[in-house]
């Protein structure tokens, strides 16, 4: 499995659909006590964006701090409520601090959110232009 998205999806759904299968390979190499980054790195190079293996690593850990437990990632259709919370707060730019009012993480959050969207639309794009 490859995290590369089809030319025939739309924008939005092509980048949900990347992050969500990104997130579930984190979670997989979690779980087997994996090297994450190495994981993620192989599962992006088929469409050349292991750069942002460390991008995603930082997100989904601070995800997971601020909901002070094991992210839990779907295997399939309809996505589990983590995935959808983690989608929903990478559309809403000041959800974070909605999200996890109490958490002193909130801030590592929101700069890991703000991070994410500037580096996968920058992949993206660059990988559209080729």
Known sequence: ??????????????????LVKAMRCW?????ETRLVQPHLARLLAPCA??????????????????????????HHHPL???ELDLLALLTR???ADSRFPQSPL???L?????STRIMVALTL???GQR
């Open 1 to 18: 499995m490859h995290v590369c998205v089809g030319h025939t999806q739309r924008p939005i759904a092509a980048k949900r659909a990347f």
């Open 27 to 31: 979670c997989l190499a979690r779980r």
């Open 49 to 74: 964006c292991e750069v942002l293996a460390p991008v995603l690593d930082a997100l989904f850990s601070s995800f997971e701090a601020c909901l002070g437990r094991p992210v839990v990632a779907g």
């Open 80 to 82: 589990a409520r983590d």
């Open 93 to 95: 730019p000041a959800s």
């Open 106 to 108: 909130k801030t590592v």
């Open 110 to 114: 929101r700069v890991a959110l703000c």
């Open 125 to 127: 794009q660059e990988i």
